[in-house]
T-cell receptor, first 107, second 126 residues
Framework: DIQMTQSPSSLSASVGDRVTITCQASQDITNHLNWYQQKPGKAPKLLIYDVSNLETGVPSRFSGSGSGTHFTFTISSLQPEDIASYYC?????????FGQGTRLHIK | QEQLLESGGGVVQPGTSLRLSCAVSGFNFNNFGMHWVRQAPGKGLEWVAVISYEGSKRYYSDSLEGRFTISRDTSKNTLFLQINSLRPEDTGVYFCAKRRAIFMLTFGGGDALDFWGQGTMVIVSA
């Protein structure tokens, strides 16, 4: 099974900061990497699919990049409503798998 | 407007069984594969199972040891998850989610979970 290692597990940043989260796959997953946002007590929400494609309605301050085994998720200018946990997910090989998550706090 | 509504959770004793349901509306249920994902209290997301759009193919997490069965009833626009021999470690919120790609029989090779229900809580405790 493919293991997804996400870092950091927790992150504190100020409004307006650029925030970056990384996700490492245990084997090549080409571009089959998605990012989800989950606010406390809510369902996850798909933000980005296939590394860099923004889901409809997702603000352009969110972006993704990478290929193969190393991937990056970026918020260009952190907003108060971005406080949430973020998860990467590989959908290359089943069973599909999630990273352990990054909890984002406001400093 | 896609909507998914889970039900069937509750407090149950170890060793018993439970059937979770996910009623969907706002999209053609017959055209999309469906997933179950769970989340233990304070923990991350754990993928559980997927079923193809027409119900012939299923795939499960290796960790479930054959205790889980995913199924669907197209006449009722409903997805199910049968859980047998419940254990305390099965405690958590169970989410159903729609597969993004239409008419796909293969698993893997790219896709995503584009709409999720709010989840149903399962607590396994004596």
């Amino acid at each position: 099974d493919i293991q997804m290692t996400q870092s950091p597990s927790s992150l504190s940043a100020s409004v307006g900061d650029r925030v970056t989260i990384t996700c490492q796959a245990s084997q090549d997953i080409t571009n089959h990497l998605n990012w989800y946002q989950q606010k406390p007590g809510k369902a996850p929400k798909l933000l980005i699919y296939d590394v860099s494609n923004l889901e409809t309605g997702v603000p352009s301050r969110f972006s993704g990049s990478g290929s193969g085994t190393h991937f990056t998720f970026t918020i260009s200018s952190l907003q108060p409503e971005d406080i949430a946990s973020y998860y990467c997910q590989q959908y290359d090989t089943f069973p599909c798998s999630f990273g352990q998550g990054t909890r984002l706090h406001i400093k | 407007q896609e909507q998914l509504l889970e039900s069937g959770g509750g407090v149950v004793q170890p060793g018993t069984s439970l059937r979770l349901s996910c009623a969907v509306s706002g999209f053609n249920f017959n055209n999309f594969g469906m997933h179950w994902v769970r989340q233990a209290p304070g923990k991350g997301l754990e993928w559980v199972a997927v079923i193809s759009y027409e119900g012939s193919k299923r795939y499960y997490s290796d960790s479930l040891e054959g205790r889980f069965t995913i199924s669907r009833d197209t006449s009722k626009n409903t997805l199910f998850l049968q859980i047998n021999s419940l254990r305390p470690e099965d405690t958590g919120v169970y989410f159903c989610a729609k597969r993004r790609a239409i008419f796909m029989l293969t698993f893997g090779g790219g896709d995503a979970l584009d709409f999720w229900g709010q989840g149903t809580m399962v607590i396994v405790s004596a």
